[in-house]
């Protein structure tokens, strides 16, 4: 119940009420989120495909890595902050979603994919480049992190299909 009252004190603020009651301000939040998702996913999925060797694969995974990373992080930046905007909106009725809930927890999971393949493969693709093939762990990295990103992809538009319990 903590968890419940500190969302419902977060949506409560006058910051969040008018962000939520605002004909223009949350539809253009939500939009901004969309486009952000376009493109943060759109350069995640070109990093995952050249790293299962489906797409580009006459381009060095370096240098697909290394031009595609400021647009991911803009995207990410961007898509998290509008995220955060549209759940302090809504944050009690978040709290009853499970497709939030399954959201947030696929989000740890990227963490951790992050941290177990930054080094190995992400950091090291002029490395991987040298090989004649491309190795297992660079592979598993890309499936892996296709997977979770479509899943979160699906679980952040199943958000708006679950409705909160009526107070």
């Given at each position: 119940?903590l968890?419940?009252?500190?969302a419902?004190?977060?949506?409560?603020?006058?910051?969040?009420?008018?962000?939520?009651?605002?004909?223009?301000?949350?539809?253009a939040?939500?939009?901004?989120?969309?486009?952000?998702?376009?493109?943060?996913?759109?350069m995640?999925?070109?990093?995952?495909?050249?790293?299962?060797?489906?797409?580009?694969?006459?381009?060095?995974?370096?240098?697909?890595?290394?031009?595609?990373?400021?647009?991911?992080?803009?995207?990410?930046?961007?898509?998290?902050?509008?995220?955060?905007?549209?759940?302090?909106?809504?944050?009690?009725?978040?709290?009853?979603?499970?497709f939030?809930?399954?959201?947030?927890?696929?989000?740890?999971?990227?963490?951790?994919?992050?941290?177990?393949?930054?080094k190995?493969v992400?950091?090291?693709?002029?490395?991987?480049?040298?090989a004649?093939?491309?190795?297992?762990?660079?592979?598993?990295?890309?499936?892996?992190?296709?997977?979770?990103?479509?899943?979160?992809?699906?679980?952040?538009?199943?958000?708006?299909?679950?409705?909160?319990?009526?107070?």
């Amino acid at each position: 119940m903590l968890l419940l009252s500190l969302a419902r004190w977060v949506e409560s603020t006058e910051f969040f009420t008018y962000i939520r009651g605002s004909s223009y301000t949350y539809p253009a939040i939500l939009s901004l989120h969309m486009v952000a998702i376009a493109l943060f996913g759109g350069m995640i999925l070109m990093t995952d495909l050249r790293l299962l060797g489906w797409a580009m694969r006459k381009r060095p995974l370096s240098e697909v890595v290394d031009q595609l990373r400021w647009p991911k992080r803009i995207g990410f930046v961007l898509a998290a902050t509008c995220g955060i905007l549209l759940f302090g909106s809504k944050a009690g009725d978040y709290y009853f979603n499970s497709f939030f809930r399954l959201k947030v927890s696929l989000l740890f999971l990227v963490i951790v994919h992050a941290l177990i393949f930054r080094k190995g493969v992400y950091n090291s693709a002029t490395e991987l480049d040298r090989a004649p093939r491309m190795p297992a762990k660079a592979k598993l990295a890309g499936g892996l992190s296709l997977v979770l990103w479509i899943a979160i992809f699906c679980a952040g538009r199943g958000i708006g299909f679950i409705l909160a319990p009526a107070p």
